[in-house]
Structures are given as C-alpha cells and as structure tokens.
C-alpha cells in the first residue's frame, strides 16, 4: 500500500518537474516572461506558466489512480477536471493579461460550476455565496504568488495535509487528492526555491486555490480545517486588502503590502520568509489534524484562537519593525 502511495505522489512530481522544465526551456516563444517592474519581488525576467506543470502532474495521478483501480469516487476526476478549466483561465490571463472583469467573471462560471457539480448544489443564494468564497480563494492565493518558493510550499505542505485528513477520515480521495497536489507543487518548487528558474503564473496559482477551495465541498467536515491550513494566506490577504482603501489602492491592484513582501523589505530573504511561513502552515496543518480528531468544542476553539493568535502576533512584529526601519 506504501509503495502504491509513493507512487501516485512520485508521478506528478516527475511530470510537474519535467514540464516545467520544458516552459523555461520555450518560455520566450509562448511569451510567458514575467518582466520585473516597481512592483515586483524579482529583479530580472522570468519564466512563468510553471503551472502547466502542477497541472499536467495533477492530471496525470489523478489518471493513474483510476487506471489502476484504487478509486470509484468520481468526484475526484471531477475536482481535477475542473481544477484544469481554471488553469486554463490562468493561462489565458498569463498570455494576454485579459482584463479584470472578464477573468473574475470566468472565475465564478467555474466557481458556480464547481458548486454545482462538487456540492451538489441547485441554484441557491447559499450556492452563490459559496461559488464567491471560491473565487475569493482563486485570487487570495494569487496575490500571493509573489515571492520564490511561497505558494509552491504552501501547497505542497496543504497537500501533505489533506493526505492526513484523508488517513484520519478513512477517506482514500482525500489521500490520493493531497498526495497528487503535494507531489505535482514540490516537482515545481524544485525549479521555483532561490533563485527561482520560473514562477507559477497565474494558471498555478488559480489552479490551486481552486483546488483548495472545493475540497470542502465534498465533505463539510473539511472546511475549518482547510482554513486553518490555509490560515497564514487567508489571514495575510484579508488583513491587506481591508487596508488597502485607506491607501488609496484597488483591491486587484499589485502593491507590496502584504506582510510577507514586507518581510523581504524588512531584509529577509525570499527562503527565510517562506521557511518561516511553512514552518507556521506545518505546526497549523497539526492543529487542524488536532481538530479533525476531536469532539470537544472547547478543543476546536483553542485551536483556531491560538493560531488566530500567532497570526496577529507575527503579523505586529512586522508592522513594527517596519515603523522603526521607516
């Protein structure tokens, strides 16, 4: 059984590593150049589109896994089904940098989509909530994208967890799901640690926060934990997008508030930040396997206020240490 699991991570760490691979090697041709400007955490032009990889390696265990018998829940072909109709909207927005409203509107077609097909779901005002959440996550773990390694090893850890909620649930799509992604993200994070050889683009990020986002809905049980794993780039998105009307910035507009990118100008580097940040995501990911397990409410809510806690915590060390270099 071991070996089975080692090999549906292995496959897409492979076919995510080697396609990546193939993007940087025609990155120039497919125009998937990420050129550095103000904004920008790198200083020279980069590759993107590794997402194709993630992708594509995601596809490719999720295909194993049925050619080989090991799973009749076809909610999970559905869930990379979709998960690949979303990268395809990355994609086009890595291409052509289309317009906002026309990438948010393709963003809540598949959100909606997912809603239906994944939650079961008519059409409802609680439907239609849940499909704006979606789309929300879609583009939280987008705007933080943006620093070597980051999002790569939020979701190979995110990953990783959802395999361990899988062996706690006796749930075998969540563990072959979880083990899928943290492969297909750590044979991307392979090229994309410092300095990075080629970035995501928008097809991983959409992609994964996709995936992510609609884990839930195949079974409720999942979603505080989902967000407690997720919990240093929830915390950190919404706290910046809330400031940002006091700083005279739209809400999809590139800055370089969030804290981690105030990390990196605090002096730290892109692999401090991000070890830092996985470390916090590895001992959350252990508090929401903590919270899967128990039934005492007392328990789930230590849990979340604690990690709550260490976010605001983490959060005013920055701010003030930013004041005092200002």
């Known amino acids: 059984m071991y070996m089975k699991l080692f090999i549906i991570c292995s496959i897409p760490f492979i076919i995510s590593y080697a396609l990546s691979r193939v993007v940087i090697w025609r990155s120039a041709g497919w125009g998937l150049i990420d050129l550095p400007n103000a904004r920008s955490s790198h200083s020279v032009p980069t590759p993107r589109g590794g997402g194709i990889g993630i992708v594509s390696g995601i596809i490719a265990g999720v295909a194993v896994v049925y050619a080989a018998g090991l799973e009749r829940f076809t ?18 927005s890595d291409r052509c940098n289309s317009p906002v409203r026309l990438r948010l509107a393709a963003q809540l077609t598949m959100a909606l989509a997912a809603v239906f097909i994944l939650g079961r779901a008519g059409i409802s005002w609680p439907g239609a909530l849940i499909a704006i959440g979606i789309a929300g996550a879609v583009n939280f773990y987008n705007f933080m994208d943006g620093i070597d390694g980051l999002a790569g090893a939020q979701a190979a850890i995110g990953g990783a967890a ?17 083990l899928i992604m943290a492969g297909a993200a750590a044979g991307f994070l392979a090229l994309n640690v410092t300095p990075a050889k080629i970035f995501m683009g928008d097809t991983g990020s959409y992609a994964i926060g996709f995936f992510f986002a609609c884990v839930p809905l195949l079974d409720g049980r999942l979603f505080v934990p989902v967000m407690l794993v997720m919990g240093t780039f929830l915390f950190d998105t919404i706290v910046t997008l809330a400031l940002k009307p006091g700083r005279g910035i739209r809400w999809h507009e590139a800055h370089r508030s969030h804290f981690y990118q105030r990390a990196v100008a605090l002096g730290y580097s892109h692999l401090q930040v991000t070890a830092a940040m996985g470390a916090l995501t590895i001992l959350f990911s252990a508090g929401a396997c903590i919270y899967l397990v128990s039934q005492a409410t007392a328990v789930k809510t230590v849990i979340v206020a604690a990690e709550l806690s260490a976010l605001v915590l983490c959060a005013a060390l920055i701010s003030k240490n930013r004041r005092g270099l200002a």
């Open 162 to 178: 959802l395999a361990a909620f899988g062996f706690i649930t006796g749930q075998s799509w969540l563990i072959f799901s979880g």
């Open 75 to 92: 909610s999970l072909a559905w869930l990379a089904a979709l998960t690949a109709a979303m990268a395809v909207t990355g994609f086009v």
